[in-house]
């Protein structure tokens, strides 16, 4: 374990309007000892240039003037060019400098999602994660429960994540990709992760063939196209990738198990995921992801808090 202090201090102002506790939190997200979340903070490990680093992220502001406390943890100062670096990294993954003020004026009298809008005025999308943890991540999401994935998620970081303590906090960070390649994968079978142990060593060697930083710059169809080479990568996951990991308002494929949830949440009688898709076109046109993402995050933090029964339900991996 890496016992790291605190190098760098600054002062982040977010594009208002900005909420912070709904813009680095998402309560559908499962458990893991890679990020620690309460009320105005945040801490998260993050591996950047091959150094990896503590962050610590305070809220400071208002929704309509935002201002982040940010603390960075290593084991030696950082230099001043790669704190620019990082900074720029964060404000893509995070979003800081993203202006949705125009969006939320065009919906704000929506009588489908106008109210939850304006309880979550200043929601940012997020991903903590970069392109390979967040492949990582959703290979131990595949095909089980909760309870399942955070074991097979606590095993595997225990035997090859690093691990870090930073204001008192212990955390750690997704294994690297050269890591991985030399386990075979017989030793990762043992720690009872199943198929999945293929798809980590397979969709590791795709990951190394791209550069993640230089795809951020293609049209989304040639993007699209660079994701689907990753093994295990789909239509459905890649539209979770394209919007999560790379800011695109892509919504492109409903699940199934979706479009019983959106079809609550937008108060339809159909669960067909083709009419539902029709009518957020008609309805939110290039908008539908982001109304979607706001009528996910509050059911989800209503579901947090109140245990929704049909949410639970309809859930694939509750």
């Known amino acids: 374990m890496k016992k790291l202090k605190l190098v760098h201090t600054t002062t982040i102002h977010p594009q208002p309007p900005y909420n912070f506790d709904y813009s680095v939190h998402n309560p559908s997200h499962y458990p893991t000892p890679l990020s620690k979340w309460e009320q105005g903070k945040l801490w998260f490990s993050f591996r950047f240039k091959d150094k990896l680093i503590g962050i610590k992220l305070e809220n400071q502001g208002t929704i309509s003037k935002p201002k982040i406390k940010a603390g960075f943890y290593h084991e030696s100062k950082l230099d001043d060019e790669y704190v620019v670096f990082l900074l720029k990294e964060m404000d893509y993954r995070f979003e800081f400098k993203q202006d949705y003020s125009e969006f939320y004026k065009k919906f704000e009298k929506d009588k489908l999602i106008g109210k939850v809008l304006k309880k979550f005025k200043g929601m940012h ?48 960070s997704i294994w690297k990709p050269e890591r991985i390649l030399k386990v075979p994968e017989e030793e990762l ?13 397979r969709a590791t060697k795709d990951y190394i063939k791209l550069n993640e930083f230089l795809i951020r710059e293609l049209r989304d169809s040639e993007l699209r196209k660079e994701l689907l080479k990753i093994y295990g990568v789909g239509p459905a996951s890649v ?6 990991v790379y800011h695109r308002s892509i919504l492109n494929t409903i699940m199934p198990w979706e479009a019983k949830i959106y079809s609550r949440l937008l108060g339809l009688k159909t669960t067909d995921p083709k009419q539902i898709m029709v009518f957020l076109d008609k309805r939110y046109g290039e908008h539908k992801s982001q109304v979607i993402g706001h009528l996910f995050m509050d059911i989800s933090w209503k579901h947090k808090y109140e245990k929704v029964e049909w949410m639970e339900k309809l859930l694939p991996y509750a």
């Open 125 to 172: 999308n997020f991903c903590i994660e970069g392109l390979y943890e967040y492949l990582m991540i959703a290979i131990l999401l595949q095909n089980a429960n909760i309870k399942r994935t955070v074991q097979m998620t606590n095993a595997m970081l225990q035997n090859y994540g690093d691990k870090i303590e930073f204001d008192s906090l212990e955390l750690y």
């Open 189 to 201: 079978r043992a720690l009872k992760v199943g198929y999945r142990a293929k798809s980590f060593l």
């Open 239 to 244: 539209d979770y990738i394209m919007t999560g």
